[in-house]
């Protein structure tokens, strides 16, 4: 991930061509991951995954593995979801030290509800970072409303899923969708996407009001 | 509900409007409180496609978590770690045997010698020393190349185990920061960016920028701790690690131990140095619990 070091007379500007490098790379990660390519979240997902490890288990009091995993885990998917929303656009800052920071943020979420004891408040005082990591502090969906939404879109048939996936999630648009799932015209995909849209709104609707 | 307002917001869930579309949509979920209403369901099946993936993800990653583990075989299981432990042992025995037949009454000084040149060659040879290997490559912090371990024959004084054995924490657990960012970097980042960068003086000087309450931070202290025995500074290092060595609040409170020991070594208090090292070896999150173990051994040897 990291831009290789150059032999520049100027050590400053050497580290100012590597930091341009830098923020180039990882924008047009953002980019490729904004178009579907997975292969870049399994790229960033096993290249940092061992030292969020290790760094956060020093600053957090953790016996189990497992707690720092799941965090990890819901910072790659807090990073994704923002990168796939396109909300998420552009790094002044490494990935790295951007993912390290959701991680933080997460395990303070984590280890304040759970009372144990926080090392790195002090930490967090002094940081400097993108003002784009602001947007990652939206209200988590209650458990029980994550389960009846998730539950929903499993009944749905499988096509109908699909094709509202490749439009709600994949950002795919008419004409993409027509050709990858093999409709005969944009008027079709139209069609079973607003059918299925609906659908999916009914039940959700109902659900949630029986829940 | 117009077939038209049931498109726009199907085409606003998925990001697919012109700017003046957008505008719209937004006025209209202002004044109009029935395609508020309409909207806010349309939105909610849409953020259920968004949580179902989730699941699907978690899922995705565990897949790796697999993978990862098992090449770095960070599961290993006790039965593993025994397997490891009694080669080390049957492996250690038979190095006497070797030293206990090639010794005898007849035997004079300088064959003696020989074979303790010959101890030393298979010591390199020897596959499990890895990090012996991995030390020749790299030049250490303080100027001096990695020496060998010397050999049982000759029992190595504190300063040679300490020699042989310190590297100032290596910190790549710290954050990714850069220079040359066009924010200027404050003290805080400067204190890890020199570190990392094995710049020992130049992070000393980025500590005491620091706010004194930062000063004060236990998991910095002890960086500040490697970068002082990384100067020689041994005395104002140990009188900082003692403290982190007993701090619940740090999490090296662990690591403490080894460098304190390794710092004690330095100034040939061996007998305190080995009760660290004893109390070190016992922690099962000591990450040198091997290499503070063969240091155990050379300090053992008669």
């Known amino acids: ?211 | 509900m117009e077939e038209r307002d049931i498109q726009l917001i199907e085409k606003y869930l998925a990001h697919d409007l012109t700017t003046a579309e957008v505008a719209e949509v937004e006025r209209r979920l202002i004044s109009d409180m029935e395609f508020r209403k309409i909207f806010d369901e349309y939105k909610l099946a849409a953020e259920a496609l968004r949580l179902a993936h989730r699941d699907e993800l978690k899922s995705r990653f565990r897949e790796r978590d697999k993978i990862l583990d098992k090449k770095t075989n960070v599961n290993s299981t006790p039965n593993t770690r025994l397997l490891w432990w009694l080669g080390a042992i049957v492996f250690s025995l038979l190095l006497l045997w070797f030293f206990i037949t090639k010794q005898g009454p007849s035997e004079t000084v300088i064959n003696q010698t020989e074979d303790t040149l010959q101890v030393n060659e298979q010591k390199v040879d020897n596959p499990d020393t890895l990090r012996i290997e991995k030390n020749n490559d790299q030049p250490r912090a303080d100027g001096n190349n990695r020496k060998q371990t010397k050999s049982i024959r000759d029992k190595a004084s504190g300063k040679e185990l300490y020699a042989a054995n310190f590297e100032p924490y290596p910190g790549d657990d710290l954050e990714n920061i850069t220079r040359g960012s066009k924010d200027p970097i404050n003290a805080y980042e400067r204190f890890q960016l020199n570190y990392v960068e094995k710049e020992y003086e130049s992070s000393l000087e980025a500590f005491n920028d620091m706010s004194a309450s930062m000063q004060e931070n236990d998991n910095l202290l002890f960086l500040k701790a490697n970068a002082l025995l990384a100067l020689k500074r041994y005395s104002e290092a140990i009188t900082i690690l003692e403290r982190v060595s007993k701090s619940n609040k740090s999490g090296y409170q662990v690591e403490a131990l080894y460098y304190l020991a390794l710092a004690e070594l330095q100034r040939e208090n061996i007998d305190r140095a080995k009760v660290l090292l004893d109390q070190y070896v016992q922690d099962t999150r000591a990450i040198e619990q091997n290499r503070a173990r063969e240091i155990l051994k050379e300090i053992n040897t008669d």
Not at chain 1, 40 to 66: E, I, P
């Open chain 1, 1 to 211: 991930m990291r831009a290789e070091v150059l032999s520049e007379p100027s050590i400053q500007s050497s580290r100012l061509y590597v930091m341009e490098e830098v923020k180039t790379s990882a924008n047009s990660l953002l980019q490729s991951l904004a178009a579907g390519d997975m292969s870049v979240l399994d790229h960033l997902y096993d290249a940092h995954r061992d030292d969020f490890l290790r760094w956060a288990g020093h600053r957090f009091v953790v016996k189990n593995r497992d707690d720092l995993l799941d965090a990890w885990h819901d910072t790659m998917i807090m990073f994704y979801e923002q990168v796939r929303d396109k909300k998420l656009t552009n790094l002044t800052c490494e990935i790295k030290t951007f993912l390290f920071l959701i991680g933080q943020r997460r395990l303070l979420k984590m280890f304040a509800r759970s009372g144990k004891l926080e090392l790195i408040d002090e930490f967090d005082a002094n940081m400097n970072m993108d003002e784009s990591i602001n947007v990652l502090e939206e209200e988590e969906a209650k458990e029980e409303q994550m389960r009846v939404l998730t539950d929903a879109v499993n009944q749905l048939p499988g096509k109908t899923r699909d094709i509202l996936i490749k439009r709600f999630r994949e950002g795919k648009n008419i004409p993409q969708i027509m050709n990858e799932m093999g409709y005969e015209s944009e008027n079709a995909v139209s069609v079973t996407l607003s059918r299925g849209l609906k659908r999916l709104k009914e039940l959700v609707t109902q659900r949630m009001s029986t829940d």
